[in-house]
């Protein structure tokens, strides 16, 4: 008995130790659904692999990589964050694709905006070094790039943190580097051959920062570099960079600033220097074109101001090409090139006794009247300091260029995908940031090129639903739009509706209290009929009542009702019917309107008295015919027949027959 027990027993454990390995497998698996992607969250405690396979991964919940523990990520693999998690790292992050296989760092939401997620965070006990961000898109972060360094004793040697080949667009701010080391300069930021774009700040350096090879373009700010602390010995370089579109490109506020060999083009603002107090930092631009921004090119907002400008190429620029706002400042422009910048190429706006070192640059011409006229100092308010600008250069400095124009312009159209009901006009514009739009031309319907300076802006009179407009732009280094631009379906429909017939149900006479129906037949071959509406009114009233009428499917017209009246109510009524262009058609009968009067009630006593005279009528008939068969002896067929129809007796008002 003993024996059997025990056999049971183990078959009994063997089952439910089987049934323990299948769930807790089954938990493994509910984990990681490699065809759905991977959710992940908590905290990495050995070194991890992200691979292509298991890709997506999804952050549910903050990551953490602990001290000295490496995270790679495998080229391709995307990383999709939820609403406001963090990838933190403590130890290192290995992310390295390629040309072919970036990797994805984005939101998880269906329809992603910027600050959806909140950000990769490199923090102090991290091992700069160690991190690799290579060939990776960074999108739809809040601070995407998060480097910081916290300590003050700064107990961690300066460490060097590199992004390149990456592309970082659609954040709040896309990379934010921070070090407050008492001495030395503590974190050392290096983006490398990057694309930083369409952020609300692209770079924001409270640190060493070096920028190399880079594009920072269609950012609120471009770069934002300030020290963390007034002697952290940091600066930021930005080399061979291009930063254009920004409604600023650089704001720099007590950095050492160094801009060499870079292109600072069509930003709202150029450089925008804010220096207010110690320490006193240098900023130097050298070799570098400074060029077609919209507000100013270099603007020097506050005091303790220390700008050396050499070999570059300052022209174009639309609300001045260097300006200074207060001293004392100590500026040096030299070996430039500077014209063309409205209103003026250079305001000194400092005190008096603050004076600027222009000298040796290339004005743009050697009338010195010429060259005064766009130079603004003591000359023009003797409060002001002066712009000493002799010598001067007679022919164009050694600086660089503005590079050659390679790039067609950009067309766009007007044209709001409506249907028109008058001949009307397509606004085409164009832009050309870097030699200018020289012409714009098109054709309508594959007719004739026109161009818009000599014929005007293109105008639509053919009507119909399928007109064309080909068109595009050249601009004045004879780069042409390529492929031109065709906008299809540009409607135009100029003719009204048409009521063919409209009915009224009943169409006789309407009585009192009767609903009637009015139907309409209204048509319209190009734009199709928009609606058609039902007016009436009462009595000769001034108020119209109007009501939408409902298209009939199975008839074909358009049907509404006009509610019963009283007896001799005059209703009118008229049929407006409008297309998809505006148009409109007015059914009023010639001006006459539609008219009907409700007839009178025809009264019950009316009724009653004709009910009493025919009753008196069949008496008399009775008697007549009754006296009429006595004389002629048939007063029994006589009296059979009256009483087969009846007799006719009145009982307390009420006529029975």
């Known amino acids: 008995m003993l024996r059997k027990a025990l056999i049971v027993f183990s078959a009994l454990f063997l089952s439910l130790s089987l049934l323990s390995i299948r769930i807790n497998f089954d938990l493994v698996k509910a984990v990681n659904h490699s065809y759905s992607g991977t959710y992940v969250g908590g905290v990495i405690c050995e070194n991890t692999t992200w691979t292509l396979e298991n890709s997506p991964y999804i952050v549910v919940e903050d990551v953490f990589v602990e001290e000295h523990v490496f995270l790679t990520i495998e080229p391709g693999v995307t990383v999709k964050f939820t609403d406001g998690t963090s990838l933190v790292i403590r130890g290192a992050l290995v992310a390295r694709g390629n040309d072919t296989y970036k990797i994805t760092f984005t939101s998880n939401n269906i329809v992603p905006k910027p600050g959806d997620w909140n950000r990769i965070w490199f923090t102090e006990r991290s091992v700069k070094e160690a991190n690799i961000l290579d060939w990776v898109v960074v999108e739809y972060g809040s601070t995407a790039i998060y480097c910081v360094e916290h300590s003050w004793e700064n107990p961690f040697p300066s460490r060097s943190f590199t992004i390149a080949n990456s592309t970082l667009r659609f954040n709040i701010i896309a990379v934010y580097s921070y070090d407050c080391p008492t001495y030395g300069t503590g974190n050392r930021l290096v983006i490398k051959n990057c694309t930083i774009t369409n952020n609300g700040l692209g770079i924001e350096a409270e640190s060493t920062a070096e920028i190399y090879a880079s594009t920072i373009s269609y950012n609120r700010h471009g770069i934002c570099a300030y020290p963390a602390t007034a002697y952290s010995g940091s600066y930021v370089k930005i080399y061979e960079s291009t930063l254009n579109n920004n409604e600023r ?111 040796y640059n290339w004005w743009g011409a050697t009338n010195e009247t010429l060259i005064e006229e766009y130079i603004y100092d003591y000359h023009d308010d003797p409060y002001k300091g002066k712009v000493f600008y002799k010598p001067y250069l007679t022919i164009p400095a050694v600086a660089p260029l503005i590079p050659p124009d390679i790039v067609p312009p950009v067309s766009i159209d007007d044209y709001n995908d409506e249907w028109h009901n008058n001949d009307f006009s397509i606004t085409l514009r164009a832009a050309d940031h870097e030699s200018g739009v020289a012409e714009t031309y098109y054709r309508i319907n594959n007719g004739p090129v026109k161009a818009v300076s000599i014929n005007g802006q293109p105008l639509i009179a053919v009507e119909g639903a399928n007109n064309t407009l080909e068109y595009w732009s050249v601009d004045n280094a004879g780069n042409e739009e390529l492929p031109h631009k065709i906008l299809t379906g540009i409607k135009l429909d100029k003719t009204a509706p048409s009521v063919i017939t409209s009915k009224r149900l009943p169409e006789g006479d309407v009585e009192p209290d009767q609903t009637i129906k009015i139907l309409v037949n209204a048509t319209d071959s190009l734009s199709g009929v928009g609606n058609v509406i039902l007016s009436y009114n009462i009595n000769n009233s001034p108020i119209w009542t109007n009501i939408t009428m409902t298209f009939n499917i199975t008839t074909g017209l358009y049907e509404a009702t006009i509610q019963g009246q009283q007896a001799d109510t005059l209703v009118k009524y008229k049929i407006i019917a409008y297309d998809n262009a505006e148009n409109f058609a007015v059914d009023d009968n010639n001006g006459e309107y539609y008219v009907y009067t409700v007839i009178p009630e025809f009264p019950s006593t009316i009724f009653l008295l004709l009910f009493i005279i025919a009753a008196l009528a069949v008496v008399v008939f009775k008697r007549e015919h009754s006296k009429h068969y006595r004389n002629s002896g048939h007063q029994k067929i006589y009296s059979q027949s009256i009483s087969s129809i009846g007799t006719i007796s009145l009982l307390k008002g009420d006529w029975k027959w």
């Open 249 to 359: 490109a650089v704001l720099h506020y007590r950095h050492l600033l160094y801009i060499i060999e870079s292109n600072v083009l069509y930003n709202h603002e150029g450089i925008y220097i804010e220096t207010a107090g110690a320490p006193y930092p240098e900023t130097d631009i050298c070799k570098s074109i400074i060029s077609f921004n919209t507000g100013t090119g270099i603007n020097c907002t506050r005091r303790y101001v220390t700008l050396r400008i050499t070999n570059s190429t300052i022209v174009n620029n639309g609300d001045n090409g260097i300006h200074f706002s207060y001293g004392p400042l100590k500026a040096d422009v030299n070996f430039c090139n500077i014209f063309n910048n409205t209103p003026y190429n250079i305001v000194n706006n400092a005190e008096y006794g603050n004076n600027i070192n222009a000298t």
